[in-house]
């Protein structure tokens, strides 16, 4: 066995760092698929977002469509941002799952 710094199994250790970046990719796989829904106004705008932060669905309630201009792109804006928002929120759950909490740049 080559051991590596302070005694590491250098071989193990790139097997486990293999093992974790498949799970890590798989895991984004299955995140892009994933769709998130939000609704604001009172659910007079639903928004859905997936796991690469792409906007997959925006539902506008007829009510909004005769009112202010201005207050429904206020809505538009604001169901976007938290869809996106929530969707890259649940990828950093599964991934700290995968990580144990640790925070690794680029994930």
């Known amino acids: 066995m080559a051991k590596g710094f302070g005694g590491l199994d250098m071989g193990s ?6 093992k974790m970046q498949k799970e890590i990719e798989r895991i984004q796989q299955e995140a892009a698929k994933e769709v998130t829904q939000v609704s604001v106004g009172g659910g007079m705008i639903s928004v859905s977002a ?3 932060g792409e906007i997959v669905e925006i539902k506008i309630s007829k009510e909004l469509l005769s009112d202010d201009v201005e207050m429904l792109e206020d809505l538009l804006l604001s169901g976007v941002n938290e869809a996106i928002r929530k ?21």
């Open 50 to 52: 997936n796991g690469d």
């Open 13 to 18: 250790l790139m097997s486990q760092a293999k």
């Open 87 to 107: 969707a890259k929120e649940k990828v950093k759950e599964k991934m700290s799952a995968l990580t144990g909490g640790l925070n690794i740049p680029g994930l």
